[in-house]
């Protein structure tokens, strides 16, 4: 004769070893969140109510703020929070959404992929952004630079 155990009754599973990935993951989101949220407001704030607001936005605006390191870090970080944070959430749907096996690996390893792409570009970006480069044609040159 076959038991079965109540419903209410504790669930005997076998001890996990080891990190725990998923628990890491929704504290990463949780935080990454409440520090995106002041990031993109400060962003935001001086971009568009700080100075001329919306219409002073242009290539000498990001030029001149990249001048800047707390700036160019406050965007980079900015970028690889946003980017993980996404990441990881979508990493999350194709766990929701997908059966464990070959498909599902190709989809994380695809978010993987673009994820560490961008991150780096954007970073290359950011820190070698150069608005007023050596031996460039003046005619190239925006209107701020001394030719």
Same mark, same amino acid.
């Given at each position: 004769?076959?038991?079965?155990?109540?419903?209410?009754?504790?669930?005997?599973?076998?001890?996990?070893?080891?990190?725990?990935?998923?628990?890491?993951?929704?504290?990463?989101?949780?935080?990454?969140?409440?520090?995106?949220?002041?990031? !993109?407001?400060?962003? =935001?704030?001086?971009? @568009?109510?700080?100075?001329?607001? #919306?219409?002073? $936005?242009?290539?000498?605006? /990001?030029?001149?703020?990249?001048?800047?390191?707390?700036?160019?870090?406050?965007?980079?970080?900015?970028?690889?929070?946003?980017?993980?944070?996404?990441?990881?959430?979508?990493?999350?749907?194709?766990?929701?959404?997908?059966?464990?096996?070959? !498909?599902?690996?190709? =989809?994380?390893?695809? @978010?993987?992929?673009?994820?560490? #792409?961008?991150? $780096?570009?954007?970073?290359? /970006?950011?820190?070698?952004?150069?608005?007023?480069?050596?031996?460039?044609?003046?005619?190239?040159?925006?209107?701020?630079?001394?030719?």
């Amino acid at each position: 004769m076959t038991t079965i155990e109540s419903p209410r009754a504790p669930a005997r599973l076998a001890p996990r070893r080891g990190v725990n990935l998923e628990k890491w993951g929704w504290i990463y989101m949780r935080a990454s969140g409440v520090v995106l949220i002041v990031l !993109i407001f400060g962003h =935001l704030f001086m971009n @568009l109510m700080v100075g001329e607001g #919306v219409k002073a $936005i242009d290539f000498g605006f /990001v030029g001149g703020k990249w001048a800047d390191p707390f700036w160019q870090w406050w965007d980079v970080l900015m970028l690889w929070l946003a980017l993980i944070h996404g990441a990881n959430g979508m990493r999350t749907l194709v766990n929701d959404y997908t059966n464990p096996g070959t !498909i599902q690996k190709v =989809l994380k390893g695809a @978010l993987f992929a673009s994820a560490a #792409v961008l991150i $780096i570009l954007g970073t290359l /970006v950011v820190f070698t952004f150069e608005p007023c480069p050596a031996g460039a044609p003046a005619d190239l040159l925006p209107s701020f630079c001394a030719a």
